[in-house]
């Protein structure tokens, strides 16, 4: 069984960084070959962030994002991160990570993920 657990939000100020951390164990190529990172505020719709196909590495990124966060792996230690520089308030979410399986040419929809970890907050201060 898949699990996933997110690690390293905290409270920033406009400009900051800060690096996430999503831990995974029972992930297999089989079950699952893909893992992204989404955000949701409060009464806001999640939003898919970054992306990662952990089989051959090609990577999406929301156009929100793209030059600021990066996605990367450390397959040793089935660990997937997201480095996130030069935050802005508007980052301000809770974020998750998600586990699914498929190939896809951009960041896919939230509900094509199968397992979720329990979100870990950012909040970004102006």
């Known amino acids: 069984q898949v699990q996933l657990v997110e690690s390293g939000g905290g409270s920033v100020q406009s400009g900051g960084s800060l690096r996430l951390s999503c831990a995974t164990s029972?992930?297999?190529?089989?079950?699952?070959?893909?893992i992204g990172w989404f955000r949701q505020a409060p009464g806001k719709e999640r939003e898919g962030v970054a992306g990662?196909?952990?089989?051959?590495?090609?990577?999406h990124y929301d156009d929100s994002v793209k030059g600021r966060f990066t996605i990367s792996q450390d397959n040793a230690k089935n660990t997937v991160y997201l480095v996130m520089n030069n935050l802005k308030p508007e980052d301000t979410a809770m974020y998750y990570c998600?586990?699914?399986?498929?190939?896809?040419?951009?960041?896919?929809?939230?509900?094509?993920?199968?397992?979720w970890g329990q979100g870990t907050q950012v909040t970004v201060s102006s």
């Open positions: 029972g992930y297999t190529i089989s079950s699952t070959n893909y």
């Open positions: 998600a586990a699914g399986f498929g190939w896809w040419r951009t960041m896919p929809k939230p509900e094509l993920f199968r397992y």
């Open positions: 990662i196909n952990t089989h051959d590495g090609r990577t």
